[in-house]
């Protein structure tokens, strides 16, 4: 571990916990999901304590600035203390209108079960 020295984006978003694989942090890279400063990054460029990390993690934008530079994947208790975390809070679900749910095996509704279901649909 270290404090100071400059560490791979790659290498940084796998030790810190945002990729399973470091692999993974490198094809995020390579695909543009993964900004520095503002910048695309590439999987090899160098992040300092300071730097505002962006990272797309399954279509949503999460946003970390670097406190400490890690190499080697620690626990995740020690991980979160190596960033902070800027990411606004989701948008709050909306309620979905009930849809009539049938019984798990009850099957397809019969002739009579469909034209009440158009009769009560009003069709």
Not at 42 to 66: E, H, N
Not at 91 to 110: I, M, S
């Amino acid at each position: 571990m270290s404090d100071e020295s400059p560490v791979r984006v790659d290498a940084w978003l796998w030790a810190v916990r945002q990729f399973k694989t470091r692999s993974a942090a490198t094809a995020a890279c390579r695909s543009g999901h993964v900004r520095v400063n503002g910048d695309s990054a590439k999987a090899a460029q160098s992040v300092r304590p300071g730097d505002v990390v962006r990272v797309r993690i399954d279509g949503f934008d999460r946003t970390l600035v670097v406190r400490r530079t890690i190499v080697k994947r620690v626990s995740a208790a020690l991980a979160a203390d190596a960033y902070q975390d800027l990411t606004p809070p989701p948008p709050p679900r909306t309620e979905q209108a009930f849809a009539p749910v049938r019984d798990r095996g009850a099957g397809r509704p019969t002739k009579r079960e469909r034209r009440d279901l158009d009769r009560l649909r009003g069709r």
